[in-house]
């Protein structure tokens, strides 16, 4: 059955502008994601943890991720050059039984993933600082000899117009920086639209759930592997029909996400 409407977005003309920054199924997948952004990634353990967990139910047990947030911070707040300085963060990990693994010295990511605060990309007055620091972070990154992704947030539960608008932003920064966008705002919208009860929203409105950092994982998985999340074993502590239903429902939202130009 097919879970993946956008009724009433009039999603047609934005989808065409934002399709050409998702990854061809040709792009090769991140080893090594630092994830630049806030609270939103940090609930629940982190996200970046859950990605990580579809990857090692992948058999990719190389895939590692670091998350480098600041509560409630915007994308001009961080200072994205010092993060990628060769040698320091993500310089070792720890592993198995909190076994300590010194990795390979040099450049430690060859993903950034960035998100701006939850409103600032709509915001009149910091929509624009949201494009200036996106050129800014993702030259620095490609300087790096790493690849840049946006994080498409999603709107508050009680403003579902965000999520137009923040698709039409998130667009906006993936074409002109030529870079891949992660649609979880989109499908958030479509996991609420097909299954309402389903709560993806801490009591503020804003935060994830748990499955709502799991839908959000499996759409980040979906656009940067580019391979479907339907049917992994990774259900983190979901029961096994809500997992699937999330993984279909990223699955869907970055198939038509793609194939929408």
């Known amino acids: 059955m097919k879970v993946f409407k956008f009724a009433g977005l009039a999603l047609a003309a934005m989808l065409h502008l934002a399709a050409t920054a998702v990854a061809t199924a040709a792009s090769p997948a991140p080893q090594a994601l630092l994830w630049v952004g806030n609270s939103f990634f940090y609930y629940n353990n982190s996200m ?6 579809f990857a090692r139910a992948d058999k990719n047990e190389t895939a590692r991720g670091t998350s480098l947030t600041i509560s409630g911070s915007g994308i001009d707040w961080h200072d994205v050059s010092a993060y990628l300085k060769p040698g ?6 720890f592993v198995g039984d909190n076994e300590l693994k010194f990795n390979k010295a040099g450049r430690q990511f060859d ?18 600082v949201f494009h200036k620091y996106a050129k800014r972070h993702v030259r620095t990154i490609r300087k790096a000899g790493a690849e ?3 994080f498409m947030s999603w709107a508050y539960k009680d403003k579902p117009e965000m999520t137009e608008a923040l698709a039409k932003a998130y667009g906006k920064a993936g074409v002109d920086n030529h870079a891949r966008v992660i649609p979880a705002g989109l499908a958030f919208a479509a996991a609420v639209k097909a299954r309402p009860e389903l709560e993806l929203y801490q009591r503020d409105k804003r935060h994830p759930t748990l499955a709502g950092t799991y839908l959000a994982a499996a759409t980040t998985y979906a656009t940067l592997y580019g391979k479907s999340p339907v049917g992994s074993s990774y259900v983190s502590t979901l029961d096994a029909p809500t997992a699937q239903f999330l993984q279909q429902i990223a699955w869907d939202t970055t198939q038509a996400y793609v194939k929408s130009r």
């Open 148 to 150: 840049p992704f946006f």
């Open 111 to 128: 993903g950034v993933v960035l998100m701006d605060c939850s409103q600032c990309p709509v915001h009149p007055q910091l929509g624009p």
């Open 88 to 93: 320091l963060i993500g310089r070792y990990s």
């Open 48 to 53: 970046h943890n859950f990605v990580l967990g």
